[in-house]
């Protein structure tokens, strides 16, 4: 299945040429030594074991070719991976399936439902730019409805407005465990519960959950749930998951027939990567680094720079910080930090468009712990985004030069011939297209009533 990095994957960082996202990418300057990796939820950095493996598995692959390496890697492809999975999700292992990312598997079960004219589909304002035109392309083609639930003040989901209105018209419910705009995490449990005597199909993005928070898909109630490898569980790009119960895996193995298979040495990758998460959930988790004190320290960091608001809507909040800057561009904010050995992620408004827009924000950033992260590395983010911060700011109040003009010619003499000044020609247009701006433009997924 294709990822969609356009939709929730979009990258503005200055590093260097990324040939998984076809973008060229500077390396930012590491002035103190390590770079402070913040984009966990965007990309997580590999263990080095991991990159091992996926590195030995493309050079056995190149060497030998594909059908080699998968009669090597058979018990891994066919067994391994998915008892990894069916435990790290709490369900039977045949019910997981490798998918090349969540959007996609989210698609393919999505294209083969056929709810009835009229019923009812409930989404969330945190749903992605990708789940919702998939949502908007089930209600063109069956004329089904499409609902969004609710939020209460604080942020949270409805959940009171989703027990008084569900009922056996609704037919799909498609719920973000963590949004990738901000750090919310939502009731996916407390959900389940409120679904579980209808017929619905309950489907939950997990991509920015598992890893960092506990996932369990039988104890959320749902039918679907699906997940990327490559973010806090760390394993290689073009890799993902799904877990479906058994009535639906008709449906969705018809519809993922179409799509190309993750690559081996990717799915090789996932299964040493689930293997890493299970060796140390208990001591080097993303959310218990949390615990002891990282996302306070983040929140403070960000709350200590003149200008910043925060992004944070919802009572539970994960590894996850959006934020912005009231004055500076997100882009021209995180080009600073990068030049300051800091990484983290540029969101855009189309990534979330039912959210981000009605938090005010076109843009904002996002900041997200890992398990490498440190206090140190904290301390460092909020020196960079100060320092940052304050050179900007004093760069648009620095006055500037007076502008010097010419002197003016002296007049000339009234005995003095005027020469006669020859008349420039027009400048001549070049020949071919009109070259198109630099800057990157992006288009707007608007949501129909």
Not at 48 to 77: F, I, W
Not at 78 to 92: I, S, W
Not at 118 to 137: C, F, H, I, K, M
Not at 238 to 266: C, K, M, S
């Amino acid at each position: 299945m294709n990822a969609t990095p356009s939709s929730t994957d979009h990258r503005d960082h200055t590093y260097g040429t990324d040939h998984a996202y076809g973008t060229d990418r500077t390396e930012p300057v590491d002035r103190e030594g390590r770079t402070v990796h913040l984009d966990t939820a965007g990309w997580g950095t590999m263990p080095a074991a991991v990159r091992a493996l996926v590195a030995d598995c493309a050079s056995r692959e190149d060497r030998y070719g594909p059908h080699e390496l998968e009669e090597d890697l058979e018990d891994v492809l066919r067994t391994e991976v998915h008892e990894r999975l069916g435990a790290l999700l709490g369900v039977p292992a045949a019910d997981t399936a490798v998918v090349t990312d969540a959007a996609g598997a989210f698609d393919d079960l999505v294209s083969r439902l056929a709810p009835g004219r009229g019923q009812r589909v409930w989404t969330t304002p945190y749903e992605s730019a990708a789940r919702l035109a998939a949502l908007y392309a089930l209600r063109d083609r069956t004329r089904c409805t499409v609902e969004v639930v609710p939020l209460s003040e604080d942020g949270d989901l409805d959940l009171e407005w989703m027990a008084r209105h569900i009922d056996d018209d609704v037919a799909l419910v498609s719920v973000v465990h963590v949004p990738s705009g901000c750090g919310i995490v939502s009731p996916v449990e407390e959900i389940g519960q409120i679904l579980a005597p209808y017929r619905c199909v309950y489907a939950v993005d997990a991509s920015y959950a598992v890893g960092q928070l506990p996932v369990d898909a039988g104890r959320i109630g749902c039918q679907l749930l699906t997940g990327d490898g490559w973010r806090f569980l760390r394993g290689p790009y073009d890799v993902g998951f799904a877990f479906l119960v058994p009535r639906l895996r008709a449906a969705f193995e018809d519809a993922a027939a179409h799509r190309p298979l993750p690559r081996n040495a990717a799915v090789a990758g996932l299964n040493a990567a689930l293997a890493h998460h299970t060796a140390t959930t208990a001591t080097a988790t993303t959310a218990g680094l949390a615990g002891q004190g990282l996302l306070p320290a983040l929140r403070a960091a960000v709350e200590e720079c003149p200008g910043t608001e925060l992004i944070a809507p919802g009572r539970v909040q994960s590894a996850i910080l959006a934020f912005r800057h009231r004055d500076l561009p997100a882009a021209l904010v995180r080009r600073r930090l990068a030049a300051r050995g800091v990484v983290l992620w540029k969101t855009v408004a189309q990534e979330t468009p039912l959210h981000l827009p009605r938090s005010g924000a076109a843009t904002a950033l996002r900041a997200s712990l890992g398990p490498d992260t440190t206090p140190q590395d904290i301390a460092r983010f909020g020196r960079a985004l100060r320092e940052a911060v304050r050179e900007e700011t004093a760069g648009a109040q620095r006055p500037r030069p007076a502008r010097t003009l010419p002197p003016a010619p002296a007049p000339a003499l009234a005995s003095a011939p005027t020469p006669a000044l020859a008349s420039a020609p027009a400048p001549v247009p070049p020949a071919g297209p009109r070259p198109r701006p630099s800057a990157r433009r992006h288009l707007t997924l608007c949501p129909t009533p």
